[in-house]
């Protein structure tokens, strides 16, 4: 039984089910709204654990630091 991701494209199976998902239901994202959680908990498992793959921009995963800024005067 295959793995949901090869090692060296972490994630590609979930981003491939989107894509068929939403090509079935005519592109209607609400219809694949659990692929997309699916593909969502896996990219942030993975750059959680510090890795990447091209089917997770980093930009969208990453935690962001707080804004709050500490300025001196």
């Given at each position: 039984?295959?793995?949901?991701?090869?090692?060296?494209?972490?994630?590609?199976?979930?981003?491939?089910?989107?894509?068929?998902?939403?090509?079935?239901?005519?592109?209607?994202?609400?219809?694949?709204?659990?692929?997309?959680?699916?593909?969502?908990?896996?990219?942030?498992?993975?750059?959680?654990?510090?890795?990447s793959s091209p089917s997770c921009p980093t930009r969208k995963?990453?935690?962001?630091?707080?804004?709050?800024?500490?300025?001196?005067?």
């Amino acid at each position: 039984m295959p793995s949901q991701s090869t090692p060296d494209q972490p994630c590609h199976k979930e981003a491939c089910a989107i894509q068929a998902c939403l090509t079935k239901n005519n592109y209607q994202e609400s219809r694949c709204r659990d692929v997309i959680e699916k593909l969502e908990k896996c990219c942030q498992a993975l750059i959680d654990a510090g890795g990447s793959s091209p089917s997770c921009p980093t930009r969208k995963y990453a935690k962001r630091p707080p804004s709050t800024s500490h300025q001196s005067l």
